[in-house]
């Protein structure tokens, strides 16, 4: 999954307005941010068959540490647990937290029985393979990404004009990106791992355009207020 991850941590904006949604992006994208650093690493490892699944090609042979449910609540407690040490805020911590374990949650009805439940030979893995239909796979993304949209459109407010368009742009991207990371393979694993970083771009440009948003929950923003440069 990729639009839906992204969906999901604008949605939670209404439980955390405290949250930067740099912050929340940052949690809910965490296991995808850090597969592609093990991946040039060496320490996990993919392959590239095209044609395996309608949406994907990759073959996740090996990748216990960013994507086992083991380690995807290990790496929730410890990214909530920074978070609250740098921001005191529980119920923002909790957030953080869950978002991170969320990631698995939602791969598990894409992937193919992939999924490690902890690192080792002994795991089982699990998927239900909706990868395999180019229609589910639209759905799914297209309906989680704009039911997170429509939340935090709801529960934020643009301060200015980068809040609102620098806000659409955002989500015109990721679904550009999305569209067309469903086209052709990858030319090898080295290429997708490095393309693959490129996701980290948009944990600042989440907190650059939030910045420039209020939450509605906290705060009410007045038509004389002065504008955020």
């Keep these: 999954m990729f639009l839906g991850h992204y969906g999901v941590a604008l949605a939670v904006k209404r439980a955390a307005p405290g949250a930067s949604a740099g912050a929340l992006t940052f949690a809910a994208q965490f296991l995808d941010e850090l597969w592609p650093i093990l991946l040039l690493l060496g ?70 029985p992939d999924l490690p439940l902890w690192p080792g030979a002994s795991s089982p893995k699990v998927g239900w393979g909706l990868w395999n239909s180019v229609v589910a796979t639209y759905v799914i ?22 809040g609102s368009w620098g806000f659409w742009i955002y989500v015109s991207v990721l679904a550009i990106v999305f569209v067309a990371s469903n086209g052709s393979a990858p030319p090898s694993e080295r290429a997708l791992a490095w393309s ?3 996701i980290w771009i948009f944990v600042p440009w989440a907190w650059w ?15 004389d207020r002065p504008r955020s440069s």
């Design 43 to 112: 320490v996990e490892q993919v392959r590239i068959v095209p044609g395996l699944m309608a949406t994907s090609p990759l073959d996740f042979t090996y990748y216990p540490i960013s994507h086992s449910l083991l380690m995807a609540i290990i790496w929730g407690i410890l990214i909530g647990g920074a978070y609250y040490l740098i921001r005191r805020e529980g119920p923002g911590a909790w957030v953080i937290g869950a978002l991170v374990v969320s990631h698995w949650l939602l791969d598990l009805p894409m992937h193919r």
């Design 141 to 162: 993304e297209f309906a989680i990404f704009a039911i997170g949209t429509a939340i935090y459109l709801r529960a934020t407010r643009a301060l200015d004009r980068i």
């Design 196 to 198: 693959a970083l490129a």
């Design 209 to 223: 355009v939030d910045k420039h948003r209020i939450p509605l929950k906290t705060a009410y923003v007045t038509p």
